[in-house]
């Protein structure tokens, strides 16, 4: 009995099946991320969802589909699931430690960030962090605002000095605060200036 012998494809044909899948498998997380857009915003429309919660939620599932794709795609490349998975799993976990030595630094960061766009003071103001009702706290003018700190001079009376405090402590203590030069003036000032 005679063997059937199958034609040989082109060489063309595996390359060419392996970009239409490629192509395929990114069409697909297009469209499901429209979807689930769509779907996010009827929910949104439907029920009231504050559009602060909604953002978020739609960024993430966008890259959780994008992720997915990409993870498919380098799949389809020859790419091994399980190298994948090392790979990210091993980043995230760096990333996580990176981002708690740096904890204390990106908080002074992001409140310098509220501190410039919320404005609770300014420079000129003068600004007492509460310890507790009966314990005042540090007290005096500010001076300055960076990234990291603010800096103050205390009142004359106690000292005048320069005290730079963590922008951090600005949301996480009670703070007084008196507008412009209305209270009292720096060390060396004859008189008090209006606002």
């Known amino acids: 009995m005679a063997s ?3 034609p040989v494809p082109p060489e063309w044909i595996a390359p060419f099946w392996l970009g239409l899948q490629i192509l395929l498998i990114l069409c ?17 429309e439907r029920y009231p969802l504050p559009p602060e919660l909604m953002m978020p ?7 959780l589909i994008m992720g997915s794709a990409l993870v498919f795609v380098l799949e389809r490349l020859g790419v091994s699931a399980t190298v994948l998975w090392t790979a990210l799993s091993g980043f995230v976990a760096v990333a996580a430690v990176a981002f708690f030595a740096m ?6 960061l992001l409140c310098a960030v509220l501190i410039f766009t919320v404005g609770p003071f300014r420079i000129g103001d003068v600004v007492e962090l509460v310890e507790t009702i009966d314990k005042p706290g540090v007290k005096g003018r500010v001076v300055a605002i960076n990234l990291l700190f603010t800096t103050l001079i205390e009142m004359p009376e106690a000292g005048g000095a320069t005290v730079q405090v963590p922008n951090s402590q600005f949301f996480q203590k009670s703070v007084r605060r008196w507008r412009g030069a209305e209270i009292v003036p720096l060390v060396g000032e004859d008189k008090i200036v209006g606002k």
Do not use: E, I, M, Y
């Not at 697909?28 to 949104?44: D, N, T």
């Open 103 to 108: 904890w204390s630094v990106l908080s002074n």
């Open 4 to 6: 059937l012998q199958l």
């Open 57 to 63: 939620v739609r960024g993430g599932l966008r890259w």
């Open 28 to 44: 697909a997380a297009f469209v499901l991320q429209r979807l689930v857009g769509r779907c996010l915003k009827r929910l949104g």
